[in-house]
């Protein structure tokens, strides 16, 4: 994870905080919308990013992270907007980004930036409000 994370300049603690938000940590969980594993990839997501198993933790992390790394240059390293776009997708962040109105989404990087916060991942001040 952390060699992924290098590679895509991104906050290890960013992305563990993402995993244990998506998935708690369970390898295989499925969501009821078809997301599955610790980083939660939807089939076309997965598709798009050549994992084929998405319970397959290094395929899982790898692709996630390389989502992750895609996000982060199309949101000019905003991580706010990357785990908003991560949660809700792309386009209504791209619209609308932190304006974007849905409550679900702004509790979503609330909750990544708490988690963060605490300090449980090493690094505070990760994710600014």
Known sequence: MSAYSRHY???VEFVRALIEQ?????????SRKGAV??????????????VRNRCDLRQNIAGGIRYLGYLRGKFGGDLR????????????????GLTYSNIAVVAY????RRR???GSFGRKGVLPR
């Open 81 to 96: 907007l990357v785990a908003a776009a991560y949660y809700a997708g792309e386009r209504p962040i791209e619209r609308r």
């Open 116 to 118: 963060l916060e605490r």
């Open 9 to 11: 300049d991104l906050p």
């Open 22 to 30: 998506e998935s708690g940590w369970k390898a295989c969980v499925v």
């Open 109 to 112: 990087v609330e909750s990544i």
């Open 37 to 50: 594993g610790l980083m939660q990839l939807m089939p076309a997501t997965a598709q798009e990013l050549h």
